[in-house]
């Protein structure tokens, strides 16, 4: 399959080490310190990430995988898709696609014709998503493209039928409210009237499960996390000595979010050599690397509305840990 490019500058940029320079600027020198999501996942990153998502503590992949299983054909049959023509299925970040074949095989049944546009910006995720798309739905027409969708929001051409957006995998929750909302409009422009969104978020549930699956038994997470540092050795020359250095996670209440940091175990200097930084870290002092928001029914109500989409159903799992919400345009 041909893939569509768009450059991208912010989201994981296309072209990673001028970012990555610029965010290590920017993150840290200031106080506190910071750095971005996105720098998380390189190829070794995005390799724990997948490790992530099947421990037992980190229950997000497999209780939305659940709620698929169970409702993907009345979640197709509420978007109120006329059959007669095609379904149009978007998926923003859609990595790997493990769990949008669940979706696309419910609408193969439902509707014969179905296009699966899939953007991410890893063409070798894309290149995954399509091969096991292509294996699970072969009726599906397979039209993917490469894209920073915070930078640059696909454009969708004009379309005889229904197009189903899909936002999963609770990644809006990585990014700050305002930046969800802007994500939110922006794929709102480019959807007409009878066109929806099916948005996966995890919900806000006791502190202790929350902590466990940000910070596992196996050690995977704090690995995950490490690796950034790793990472910052590899591409910009930096010596972070990682065994100076431990994985946090925290649960900040006010903001409803969990948050990652990397905690300096001493007093100790790095030195940044490409990025022309010599620092100084204070023991305890922290590098806050990533944000993960958790909802309620409300604050995800709001930010959709917020965004100018309208509610229609939510469905979620027996516990409520997660919820999978379709919005009309
Ligand atoms: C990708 N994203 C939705 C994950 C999350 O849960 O926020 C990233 C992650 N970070 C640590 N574990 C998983």
Redesign the pocket.
């Known amino acids: 399959t041909d893939l569509r490019i768009i450059e991208s500058n912010s989201l994981a940029p296309l072209d990673s080490r001028e970012a990555l320079i610029g965010e290590v600027l920017r993150g840290l020198r200031k106080r506190p310190r910071s750095l971005v999501?996105w720098m998380?996942y390189d190829c070794e990153g995005s390799r724990l990430?997948e490790c992530?998502t099947t421990l037992p503590e980190?229950y997000?992949t497999r209780t939305e995988r659940g709620i698929l299983a169970r409702h993907a054909e009345a979640i197709v049959t509420a978007t109120g898709a006329d059959y007669s023509r095609p379904l149009r299925l978007l998926e923003l970040g859609a990595g790997t696609a493990a769990k949008t074949g669940i979706l696309l095989s419910a609408a193969i049944r439902l509707c014969g014709q179905v296009v699966y546009f899939p953007v991410d910006v890893s063409s070798d995720a894309l290149e995954a998503a399509c091969d096991s798309i292509g294996c699970m739905c072969p009726g599906v027409r397979l039209e993917p493209m490469v894209a920073n969708y915070v930078t640059h929001p696909p454009r969708l051409e004009r379309f005889n039928g229904t197009t189903l957006a899909m936002y999963i995998?609770?990644?809006i929750?990585?990014f700050p409210p305002a930046e969800a909302r802007t994500i939110l409009r922006n794929l709102r422009s480019q959807l007409r009237a009878g066109d929806a969104l099916l948005l996966g978020t995890?919900l806000v549930k006791d502190e202790a499960t929350l902590l466990r699956?940000?910070d596992d038994e196996a050690g995977v997470?704090a690995a995950?996390?490490l690796n950034l540092l790793h990472r910052l050795n590899r591409e910009l020359g930096a010596n972070f000595d990682t065994g100076c250095f431990r994985h946090r996670a925290r649960w900040n209440g006010r903001a409803s979010r969990?948050e990652?940091h990397l905690e300096s175990t001493c007093d100790q200097s790095v030195e940044i050599p490409d990025a022309g930084l010599s620092l100084r870290f204070a023991a305890l002092e922290t590098i806050h690397t990533?944000s993960?928001y958790k909802f309620t029914q409300e604050t995800l109500d709001s930010l959709l509305e917020d965004a100018g989409f309208t509610v229609d159903r939510t469905w979620t799992d027996p516990r409520q840990w997660y919820a999978l919400t379709l919005a009309g345009v």
Request: proline share 10%; no cysteine.
């Open positions: 999501p998380l990430f992530i980190y997000p995998g609770s990644s929750g990585n995890d699956a940000y997470t995950f996390n969990i990652m990533e993960s």
